[in-house]
């Protein structure tokens, strides 16, 4: 190695980018660098040398085609005389919905369970395991076709509940109807609706507006309302109660909201063969969502009791001896500690519900792969492009979805003075 002792900025040579330390690596960076995208120049240039001896070539004016197929679940409005760009775009909304509602029902359902394996009484530790390791150790697929088993056939037929004496009941206060084909949950009704606003096909209602605006203001009146209880604790020493002026800032706002627009459920109501007034949810997200869930669910339980014992035992006995309830000290003492090992394998269980969503194919569920990767792909014959579409949206959909949890990670651990 080259070493310079008698001089602090001695002539540059051209060796100096191999032998010494302060160019070396840039320059095994730039030669990475330049074999990486001549490897990418050769990749493509070959991708469009093939493509041409079959006689196609790269575009994607099929987007704007007629797409000719239906979609069952639309959080949209679309009809099979749209492009396969929205068709696309409903998929998307697709994915998005089942892995949003599955990360949430996975880490409540992981939250709990990892707390209880740790639990003293033994009949519920050793049942949180036997969960765990089942729902660890059997591939996702089968979970899928398992809970679409289920659900086909234990579930009884919508016209099951007609009459003085049904075959089957309604379950949760006569709201939730699950049938064999559908899952009939009850609607959000008003009885003074504000109106909407006109987006095209799609429309924005003004009660919705309301809402979203409320709790924004809120929740900046709740940031304000704790930095001040801060300033007040770090001048004073003592810190004020201000739980019930937070909660009034969220809950006041929002029951009036409720009685002024008259916000009631609608629950389903059998009409003919089928129930109506209601939201008749397709049993092929319903599948999906329950065995992510569930499958989810166990690897964040375990992630959640390693990070409990990640924390020290002392902090435990402290909060006990403070006079801490166990239930208090759990959440206001272990958790938060434990939230600096917790986030950063949260977000790959994120990331994983994410992209093991497009196992939707295997009960019919048109998200994203069953729309572009799927019926489109098969109609227009453009499955590079399809290919690529999908590959580019799943990967901007991980990236978001690490940068969020980067950010929320940033928040949570444990600052340094």
């Given at each position: 190695m080259v070493t310079y002792t008698g001089a602090d900025n001695p002539p540059f040579r051209l060796s100096m980018l191999i032998y010494d330390r302060r160019y070396r690596s840039l320059t095994l960076q730039a030669i990475v660098f330049i074999l990486v995208m001549l490897a990418a120049s050769w990749l493509i240039?070959?991708?469009?040398?093939?493509?041409?001896?079959?006689?196609?070539?790269l575009s994607f004016d099929f987007l704007f085609r007629r797409a000719g197929y239906d979609i069952p679940q639309q959080l949209i409005p679309y009809n099979s005389d749209d492009t396969h760009l929205r068709a696309t775009v409903i998929g998307l909304l697709n994915t998005l919905l089942v892995s949003i509602l599955g990360c949430i029902a996975a880490t409540i359902l992981g939250v709990i369970v990892g707390v209880l394996r740790l639990?003293?009484?033994?009949?519920?530790a050793r049942l949180m395991t036997v969960?765990?390791?089942?729902f660890r150790n059997i591939p996702l697929l089968l979970w899928i076709l398992v809970c679409l088993a289920i659900f086909t056939e234990v579930m009884p037929p919508p016209n099951a509940y007609r009459g003085e004496n049904p075959a089957a009941n309604m379950?949760?206060?006569?709201?939730?109807?699950?049938?064999n084909r559908y899952t009939a949950i009850p609607s959000i009704g008003m009885t003074n609706p504000p109106g909407t606003i006109s987006l095209g096909r799609e429309g924005i209602s003004w009660a919705f507006i309301a809402f979203a605006v409320v709790i924004a203001?809120?929740?900046?009146?709740?940031?304000?309302?704790?930095?001040?209880?801060?300033?007040?604790?770090?001048?004073t020493g003592k810190r004020p109660r201000t739980?019930?002026?937070s909660l009034a800032m969220f809950v006041v706002p929002v029951l009036f909201l409720t009685w002024y627009f008259g916000l009631h459920l609608v629950p389903?109501?059998?009409?003919?063969?089928?129930?109506?007034?209601?939201i008749n949810l397709d049993n092929a997200f319903v599948v999906l969502w329950l065995a992510l869930t569930l499958y989810t669910g166990a690897f964040i339980a375990e992630i959640v009791r390693a990070g409990?014992?990640?924390?020290?035992?002392g902090q435990t006995e402290a909060a006990f001896a403070l006079g801490l309830r166990p239930r208090r000290t759990m959440s206001l003492v272990v958790l938060p500690q434990a939230l600096r090992v917790i986030v950063p394998p949260l977000i790959s269980q994120y990331l994983n519900l994410t992209k093991n969503s497009s196992l939707a194919i295997a009960v019919g569920y048109m998200d994203l792969r069953g729309t572009l990767g799927g019926t489109t792909l098969n109609q227009t014959g453009r499955e590079m492009e399809a290919m690529v579409l999908m590959m580019g949206i799943y990967l901007a959909l991980s990236l978001i979805i690490s940068a969020g949890m980067n950010i929320f990670n940033s928040r949570v651990k444990l600052k340094e003075r």
């Open positions: 240039d070959n991708t469009l040398r093939n493509l041409s001896a079959m006689g196609k070539t639990s003293s009484n033994w009949l519920i969960y765990v390791e089942v379950i949760l206060f006569d709201m939730i109807a699950p049938t203001a809120a929740w900046t009146g709740w940031r304000v309302l704790r930095n001040w209880a801060q300033r007040v604790q770090d001048r739980w019930w002026i389903p109501v059998l009409r003919g063969f089928n129930f109506a007034d209601g409990i014992l990640a924390v020290s035992r």
